[in-house]
């Protein structure tokens, strides 16, 4: 045993410390922080002294039409959202799951979209959206069909937002099915073509369910990233027409910095940490079925 | 572990010293608008820094963030703003009871009309300088008229009459806001020709049958005629729209009337561009005459000396004249009686600003500490009037039940009924 | 024959799939070479004669130099404070399967940032931090930090044990395994975490927005600003566009293989 053996049993904990002293500041604090504050009746603008009103805030917030809506909405974006990637991006791996000429350069191209800076992609399909000069406009017209108003009708805003989702995201669930695809074995593939199986019937009975567990992964963490969107549509739209596109990202941030209403969206906030928290649980039961 | 050690150390030196903040005693920070004048503010500050020898930092932001940027640094005392520019109607009630405002007890007040000094006086005390004044009129492109053979619209009915027929494939017979709560303003002057109000002696009216009225022939108006996605637009929106003679009739603030007729920006040669009077409606002909912007020196300021310096100077008669001669309303009285002055202003301003000086309402919106919220509320209407053209039966149920709200607004801030 | 028809299929069907993800980019870049006349023009111009103007504007009218050095500024803090925290953090949770304390630190990734923001920005603006190099480089680093974490207990777990094990018999302390043995055979792990890292940064809109005012603000802000100053520039708006999506663009072109295998990794996304 040498001099630094206090050191190397007790290096499981000095190493993380920083780490998790840090996520415990920066994190952990600030949420039971805003717990805290969603007790209050606290609004910056008051100058008032907040008082704490137990579940009062509750009481008002889960109630509000506008609240119950953004909630709703949120659900259906990500929903939607992450169905069409989910089905595209398996699509797309599954076509380019293969030797071709240009194979690299695509899978680059691929790339693109995952690093663009989220606000200034809503501010590029901001341009294509616009009724009146957008491109979205001229092809429908070029293809005889009636122009629409996009982000700025109520009821196609939030189909507008998802395109914008799909169009940057859906690579992500491309690239990992890709790498999940790339660590199967060809065997049963090849036993089954023997065996004169169609290519389609391959890619049903035997790649999808052998490349499953990869595909929820990542279909999961999409889910929650899809959860937590807020550039595209802050940039887009500010959540409306109206309240038309409006989250719980949205509503969680113009009560707290538009109308300064500490105490209500402290509600949202908890609200929306809950959803997540929620999923986030699902997604560590999942691995843990996957991996055992 | 050496280079490691170093580099954490040059991180932390690095971060501490570009935390923190440079003092220098001759120095200010002023928060400008995105606005006409801020632009002939932020465009003269080198000749006041060489003056002066004061430094100016300067920031200009869009309107409402704006609001949000003071609100925001002023609520949490974090604030190093020494200046900004206000506006009375948007901030004023809210930044007057918190004391966000520095008293401007010892500015000379007798070159502005009394009405508008009385709106930024809070507690028998000025705390604002009113800079610009603003008034709908209807822009409207002559050509375009002309070649309908209709004459300029004096009243609602002619109006959706012009808007009816000007309305044709590429361009849109009127335009006027549509985004919910921005549209608030314009839709004011509307409410007010119908007879009706947003609030009358602190209590919201706008259920009344006259305002409801007002808020369907917008909507159908805007609706029917308007350019389209026009419910996500702002003037932002609207303007290019126009410069692009994409539009033949715009209900709007007086202001755009320099910028819409900008060479820089537009192929539309001034003369195509016209300028009258905001139509009459069935029960009055009131259209909105409002002080917009002003400039206002904040209570946390630690350099108020250099503050009220950059304020005497940012509201001189002489950036008045020169603003006036970018068609720039501004709010001294003094530069209305030059003729001098008045000789470099379009003659449609003057005659627009004679009409509504004598018959104009002095607030364009809910005048109220939640004044954001209560217009967030109203744009909720606008949208359904606008998105049925005005027919939607829930229109009168919706008045009613933002009506409560925007009460219970002016009860959690102790302004209701006053 | 029938090879060649779904050899055309084929490409036809890469050829959309790169079109689809290349439009948006083509139209911005485009778009940014446009006059303000050229873009409001109708039907769409694709033939026009270009112009540098919009960037010109960018750079001289609005200080976007500025705001790029404060996003490179904050962005490179960010990694280098995470990399300082997360290495170490990251070997331990490998070695020592970690799992809780890997979560805990991985809940930053998962939370949307909207929930801490609020308690931030009461606290910051108590401290007298609002606008400083500090509070941002803090808040980058919870976006940084999960990244760097995330990547590197992966990576370390692929590193064969029996270097060390071999190492300790020779009487090495764990500090000098980690610090000699282990991180300079990470090379290629930690390139991967840092260009993510310094991306998701780089992207980040919602802390800055909050956090930041006139003297920190980053390019997503300025971006953001010019899009709603005074009556739309989309021109203006392009090219500023252009120049905040370029930077991390490059970075994922020359470290392609890194990025591939850092987000295929954990899905990372800040």
Not at chain 1, 110 to 137: E, R
Not at chain 1, 219 to 243: N, Q, S
Not at chain 2, 310 to 315: C, E, I, Q, R, S
Not at chain 2, 392 to 398: E, H, K, L, V, W
Request: with cysteine; net charge neutral.
């Amino acid at each position: 045993m040498n001099q630094n053996s206090y050191t190397d049993s007790s290096i499981r904990w000095i190493y993380p410390l920083p780490a998790i002293l840090f996520v415990a500041l920066l994190m952990v604090f600030p949420v039971l922080y805003t717990t805290y504050i969603s007790l209050t009746n606290w609004t910056l603008t008051s100058g008032a002294a907040p008082s704490f009103v137990g579940l009062n805030n509750y009481a008002q917030v889960l109630v509000e039409p506008r609240f119950l809506q953004a909630l709703w909405r949120t659900m259906v974006f990500t929903v939607s959202a992450v169905a069409v990637e989910a089905v595209l991006g398996v699509a797309a791996a599954l076509l380019l799951n293969r030797a071709f000429v240009g194979r690299s350069v695509v899978k680059l191209l691929l790339l693109l979209p995952l690093v663009a800076t989220p606000v200034a992609v809503g501010i590029v399909f901001n341009l294509f959206y616009d009724p009146t000069i957008g491109l979205a406009n001229y092809v429908l017209e070029s293809l005889g069909l009636p122009p629409s108003s996009w982000i700025s009708g109520a009821g196609t805003v939030l189909f507008s937002l998802v395109v914008v989702d799909v169009w940057q995201w859906t690579p992500m669930i491309t690239l990992i099915v890709l790498a999940g695809l790339a660590a199967l074995s060809d065997e049963p593939a090849e036993a089954a073509r023997i065996d004169g199986a169609s290519e389609w019937q391959i890619i049903r009975l035997i790649t999808i369910p052998m490349v499953m567990p990869v595909i929820v992964t990542a279909v999961i963490l999409r889910l929650i990233d899809a959860l937590k969107t807020f550039d595209i549509i802050f940039a887009m739209t500010g959540g409306g027409p109206g309240y038309a596109s409006e989250t719980l990202n949205l509503i969680g941030y113009k009560y707290s910095f538009e109308y300064f209403r500490m105490g209500q969206a402290a509600v949202i906030l908890v609200v929306l940490f809950l959803v997540v928290l929620a999923c986030s649980v699902g997604i560590t039961r999942l691995n843990k079925r996957t991996a055992a | 572990m050496r280079t490691t050690l170093k580099f954490g150390l040059a991180l932390a030196l690095g971060l501490g010293m570009s935390g923190g903040a440079m003092a220098q005693t001759k120095e200010i920070r002023v928060l400008l608008a995105n606005h006409p004048y801020g632009d002939i503010l932020k465009a003269a500050i080198p000749q006041f820094e060489q003056q002066s020898g004061i430094k100016v930092n300067v920031e200009s932001l869009q309107e409402s963030q704006l609001t949000t940027k003071l609100t925001t640094e002023f609520a949490t005392n974090s604030s190093s703003v020494d200046v900004f520019m206000t506006r009375p109607l948007q901030d004023g009630k809210l930044f007057a009871k918190n004391k966000w405002y520095e008293p401007l007890t010892g500015y000379d007040f007798s070159d502005y009309p009394a009405n508008t000094v009385s709106i930024v006086t809070y507690e028998g005390k000025p705390n604002i300088v009113p800079l610009v004044t603003e008034w709908q009129v209807l822009f409207y492109r002559k050509d375009l008229l002309a070649a309908a053979g209709i004459k300029v619209p004096t009243n609602f009915d002619e109006l959706a009459a012009a808007a009816e027929k000007l309305n044709t494939g590429g361009v849109a017979g009127l335009a006027s806001r549509g985004k919910g709560a921005a549209a608030v303003t314009q839709l004011s002057s509307y409410v007010y020709n119908f007879g009706g109000q947003y609030l009358d002696k602190g209590v919201a009216v706008f259920d009344t049958k006259e305002a409801v009225d007002g808020i369907r022939y917008y909507g159908k108006l805007v609706g029917s005629y308007g350019p389209r996605g026009v419910t996500s637009m702002s003037w932002e929106n609207i303007l290019p729209l126009f410069q692009a003679g994409r539009v033949a009739m715009w209900t709007d603030a007086s202001v755009f009337y320099g910028q819409i007729t900008d060479p820089a920006k537009t192929s539309l040669g001034a003369d195509k561009v016209g300028i009258a009077n905001f139509p009459a409606g069935p029960k009055a002909h009131s259209p909105f005459y409002a002080t917009s912007w002003g400039i206002a020196m904040a209570s946390q300021s630690k350099k108020k000396d250099l503050a009220k310096t950059f304020v005497d100077w940012a509201t001189s008669k002489e950036l008045a004249a020169k603003a006036m001669g970018a068609n720039i309303t501004m709010a001294r009285t003094s530069v209305w009686e030059d003729p001098a002055v008045v000789a470099k202003v379009d003659p449609g301003l003057v005659e627009t600003r004679a009409f509504v000086a004598k018959n104009g309402t002095p607030t364009d919106r809910p005048f109220m500490s939640a004044v954001g919220e209560a217009r967030d509320l109203i744009g909720e209407i606008v949208l359904e009037s606008i998105n049925t053209k005005g027919a939607s039966p829930q229109i009168d149920d919706m008045a009613k039940e933002r009506v409560a709200k925007v009460n219970t607004l002016l009860r959690d801030t102790g302004e209701y009924g006053q | 024959m029938r090879k060649l028809g779904l050899g055309i299929v084929f490409y036809g069907a890469v050829a959309l799939l790169v079109a689809i993800v290349l439009l948006p980019f083509l139209w911005m870049l485009l778009s940014s070479l446009k006059t303000q006349v050229d873009i409001v023009a109708w039907p769409p111009k694709f033939v026009f004669s270009p112009t540098v103007q919009n960037y010109y504007k960018v750079f001289e009218e609005q200080d976007f130099i500025r705001y790029f050095i404060n996003s490179t500024v904050v962005a490179f803090f960010a990694v280098g404070v995470s990399l300082l925290l997360g290495l170490p953090a990251a070997y331990s949770i490998a070695r020592f399967s970690q799992r809780r304390l890997a979560l805990v630190i991985l809940l930053a990734r998962l939370m949307p940032g909207i929930s801490f923001l609020m308690p931030w920005y009461i606290i910051f603006s108590r401290l007298g931090l609002m606008d400083t190099y500090v509070a941002l480089v803090l808040s980058h680093v919870l976006i940084a930090l999960p990244i760097v974490v995330w990547i590197m207990s992966s990576y370390f777990e692929t590193i064969p044990i029996e270097l060390e094990e071999s190492a300790m018999v020779d009487g090495a302390s764990r500090n000098y395994i980690f610090l000699k043995i282990i991180l300079p055979l990470s090379g290629p792990g930690i390139i991967t975490a840092t260009t993510l890292a310094f991306i998701f940064s780089w992207n980040n809109f919602l802390f800055s927005q909050v956090l930041s005012m006139e003297k920190t603000r980053t390019l997503p802000i300025a971006v953001f600003n010019f899009l709603s100053y005074a009556d739309i520039d989309w021109g203006g708006v392009m090219a500023a566009s252009v120049t905040i999506m370029a930077p991390a663009l490059i970075l994922t072109m020359v470290f392609q293989r890194y990025v591939v295998s850092g987000l295929t990794m954990g899905a990372v996304k800040g």
